[in-house]
């Protein structure tokens, strides 16, 4: 069975941790390690996955003083034992308890340099806010980036790609993902799953909400790896029929199923 790292970055985590723990540890499949990645913490953050690592030997804690998620992924990532890697933000939580047992026999089957799945947006109690169905290219992108519609944390990608990648470039503090997805789509061809496999929690103290910095390093990393963003409804809509959830994502657009419901583990 393939392992699946699971990197979680933290830093005064102490509200939403046990949330983003309860929806790994509730996995039904079992062959996965929690590295959490903690950036010396003054809240209860440290006791919470104490507690937690009392009754769970998947759980790896290493305290580092870090310069912040990038850096502290470049850690986790180097103590990583399994074949499959992702992370996941100390607040945000995997969609259902089957989601790691969908990955798994994915990447069973063929192999695949990463995987990508849909997400949701949650909010502070859980509830979802609106849905979101992902979209990959059928071949590795050459000039043009649209594929802004990717989640990390329903990224899963091998260790091998990793390698490959080395490491983030820690001077990205809010637009380090994308150097990733960059990578990825340039050089590998990947799968999309048309499952919904994470939840992305909107907060306005998150380090996504500062979108002029964030739009200013990913038009940096843009130009490192010779790109050029577009926003082109057109090719938005092909790449959508490729990946065959082209009516899945019109009937989303005025009637979203999951909107108003609430994770649970």
Not at 9 to 19: Q, R, V, Y
Not at 136 to 150: A, D, H, T
Not at 196 to 224: D, G, Q, V
Request: proline share 1%; charged share 20%.
């Amino acid at each position: 069975m393939v392992k699946i790292s699971i990197v979680i970055p933290t830093f005064n985590s102490e509200k939403f941790l046990k949330n983003t723990l309860d929806s790994i540890l509730s996995q039904t499949y079992k062959n996965y390690e929690v590295i959490i990645c903690d950036n010396f913490s003054k809240d209860k953050t440290k006791s919470i996955v104490k507690y937690y690592t009392k009754s769970c030997n998947k759980i790896r804690f290493f305290q580092k003083v870090d310069s912040g998620v990038a850096e502290a992924l470049n850690f986790g990532f180097s103590k990583a034992k399994g074949q499959l890697l992702c992370w996941l933000n100390s607040d945000d939580l995997y969609f259902h308890n089957n989601v790691l047992n969908i990955i798994s026999q994915t990447y069973k089957k063929n192999k695949f340099d990463f995987i990508v799945g849909n997400f949701v947006n949650i909010n502070e109690k859980n509830k979802i806010i609106k849905s979101f169905y992902s979209f990959i290219p059928k071949n590795k992108i050459k000039y043009y980036f649209y594929y802004n519609q990717i989640f990390t944390g329903s990224l899963f990608f091998s260790k091998n790609v990793y390698k490959k990648f080395n490491c983030f470039d820690i001077s990205y503090k809010y637009s380090f993902e994308y150097e990733i997805i960059f990578f990825l789509l340039k050089n590998f061809k990947g799968h999309y799953i048309n499952e919904f496999l994470s939840c992305f929690r909107i907060l306005p103290t998150a380090l996504s909400s500062n979108k002029i910095l964030l739009k200013k390093e990913m038009y940096a990393l843009l130009k490192k790896y010779d790109l050029i963003y577009t926003n082109l409804l057109f090719l938005r809509i092909f790449s959508y029929f490729r990946n065959n959830n082209f009516l899945h994502v019109i009937v989303n657009k005025f009637f979203d199923r999951y909107a108003n419901s609430t994770i649970k583990f």
